[in-house]
């Protein structure tokens, strides 16, 4: 069974940094690109971040220059690593596992993190 | 940057046909999917490459995408489908993009 669980979440000052985990299972790991995708309270899904099998990394105008999204393949986790954060930046953060080929629909998702940006 | 429209709000009644559009500027070259996200709970991929469904979504769910417009069916719809639920497509130049999510009611 596919099983993706993030952590990390907290609540963290304006220009504060934080580092998301997303532990995978069930899977070989290697072998999928990966996401971020965030949800403000009350508001749609926003992608943020993802990481291609490559290892190439791609950034949402909005978190760009701020987060970074890299993987551990020996520990099969992803992370997302923010800096300078900002209110706006509140959010479930979910990660979620990009299906091949098929621009880049997510077919299994965490259960989020909750980062609150909050003086 | 590239946008997906989709309407705020559908509504139908148990057992009708529910049809949720999703506009974008020559959408139908790009593949587009579907997620249907329940309050509470995370969003769960319901149709992709426009007209799959992964395993364990219900065949009442079908998808089509033509020209600037991707479409989400839900056939004989049960009270069970009343959810968010948002398109998304991947541009070259935006990379991933998600529709504002349109909220099905079933009454």
């Known amino acids: 069974e596919v099983q993706l669980l993030e952590s990390g979440g907290d609540l963290v000052q304006p220009g504060g940094s934080l580092r998301l985990s997303c532990a995978a299972s069930?899977?070989?790991?290697?072998?999928?690109?990966m996401s971020w995708v965030r949800q403000a309270p009350g508001k749609g899904l926003e992608w943020v971040s993802s990481?291609?099998?490559?290892?190439?990394?791609f950034y949402s105008d909005s978190v760009k220059g701020r987060f970074t999204i890299s993987a551990d393949t020996s520990k099969t986790t992803l992370f997302l690593q923010m800096n300078s954060l900002r209110a706006e930046d509140t959010a479930i953060y979910y990660c979620?596992?990009?299906?091949?080929?098929?621009?880049?629909?997510?077919?299994?998702w965490g259960q989020g993190t909750l980062v609150t940006v909050s003086s | 940057s590239y946008d997906l429209t989709q309407p705020p709000s559908v509504s139908v009644s148990p057992g009708q046909t529910a049809t949720i559009t999703c506009s974008g500027d020559?959408?139908?070259?790009?593949?587009a999917c579907w997620y249907q996200q329940k309050a509470g709970q995370s969003p769960v991929l319901v149709v992709y490459?426009?007209?799959k469904r992964p395993s364990g979504i219900p065949e009442r769910f079908s998808g089509s995408n033509s020209g600037n417009t991707a479409t989400l069916t839900i056939s004989g719809t049960q009270t069970v489908d009343e959810a968010d639920y948002y398109c998304?497509?991947?541009?070259?130049?935006?990379?991933?993009?998600f529709g504002g999510g349109t909220k099905l009611t079933v009454l």
């Open positions: 490459q426009d007209v």
């Open positions: 990481f291609d099998r490559g290892g190439g990394t």
């Open positions: 998304q497509a991947w541009d070259s130049v935006t990379d991933v993009v």
């Open positions: 069930g899977f070989t790991f290697s072998a999928y690109a």
């Open positions: 979620a596992r990009v299906v091949p080929s098929s621009g880049w629909s997510l077919d299994a």
């Open positions: 020559q959408l139908g070259g790009k593949y």
